[in-house]
């Protein structure tokens, strides 16, 4: 005897599920899924280029006189930079916006808030970042040069080079858009800042609080999960990989 459900009550229960809190609550850890990959995607593009810049393998020097490379890994990393700004301010939105939609009357909600206030609000590299999104948008694209350094070893005579993409400190500086906390970072940082170490900053500061906000929610509704997999027969992502860099998968 077939035991399957008509065609009609198969659909109606999955558009039950669908509607039900615990599937619109996995579609929206998709979303911030994909909100966290698009930062850490673009942040990876931009290392990739900073290594290529520092390839020991090839002639730095045919590098440097070869305009129309050098032309188009500048470009790509300001394209890859902007990306990665946007990117920020938006996973900083997109993340307050899903607190107050499912924890807005939840003990978590507060616990999140509290979290945000001690370890990112008023942190110099979150401030720095989202005040060069803001110059990027309403003033211009913040990198302005590929700088190219020697240093020099007084004890064994040797020397170490080192290129990076230039965000120029007084050229910033010229902008009235920036808050104290991130004024003041620029004030205390050397006149070539280094682009890949403010992203390599910024992923160290954000990816534990998004760890640890992953981890919590799976926790907290592990139970709903359970029961949507069983209602659902098909297991939701209930238990998703912790977030971790693009350049290491």
């Known amino acids: 005897m077939d035991e399957r459900l008509p065609l009609d009550e198969m659909v109606q229960q999955q558009e039950n599920l669908r509607a039900s809190g615990a599937a619109q609550?996995?579609?929206?850890?998709?979303?911030?899924?994909?909100?966290?990959?698009?930062?850490?995607?673009?942040?990876?593009?931009?290392?990739?280029?900073?290594?290529?810049?520092?390839?020991?393998?090839?002639?730095?020097?045919?590098?440097?006189?070869?305009?129309?490379?050098?032309?188009?890994?500048?470009?790509d990393a300001c394209r890859h930079f902007h990306n990665?700004?946007?990117?920020?301010?938006?996973?900083?939105?997109?993340?307050?916006?899903?607190?107050?939609?499912?924890?807005?009357?939840?003990?978590?909600?507060e616990e999140w808030q509290l979290k945000v206030a001690a370890e990112l609000?008023?942190?110099?590299?979150?401030?720095?970042?989202?005040?060069?999104?803001?110059?990027?948008?309403?003033?211009?694209?913040?990198?302005?040069?590929?700088?190219?350094?020697?240093h020099l070893d007084g004890k064994t005579g040797g020397q170490t080079e080192k290129a990076f993409f230039v965000l120029r400190r007084d050229s910033l500086l010229e902008w009235d858009g920036w808050d104290a906390i991130a004024k003041d970072y620029l004030l205390q940082s050397s006149a070539h800042i280094d682009v890949s170490s403010v992203i390599n900053d910024y992923l160290e500061l954000v990816r534990p609080f998004h760890q640890w906000r992953q981890q919590k929610e799976e926790q907290i509704n592990s139970q709903a999960m359970q029961d949507l997999s069983h209602g659902s027969r098909v297991p939701p992502r209930a238990v998703r990989p912790v977030l971790r860099s693009a350049s290491r998968r």
């Open 25 to 75: 609550l996995i579609r929206a850890w998709n979303a911030l899924d994909i909100a966290w990959y698009t930062l850490d995607w673009n942040a990876s593009e931009i290392l990739k280029l900073h290594e290529a810049l520092n390839n020991r393998n090839l002639n730095r020097r045919k590098l440097w006189d070869d305009h129309e490379t050098m032309s188009w890994l500048f470009a």
């Open 84 to 109: 990665f700004l946007a990117a920020a301010s938006s996973l900083v939105e997109h993340s307050r916006n899903h607190r107050k939609r499912f924890y807005s009357e939840h003990s978590f909600g």
């Open 121 to 150: 609000a008023s942190a110099p590299t979150q401030r720095l970042v989202q005040g060069l999104r803001n110059y990027n948008l309403h003033r211009k694209l913040p990198i302005e040069d590929v700088s190219h350094t020697v």
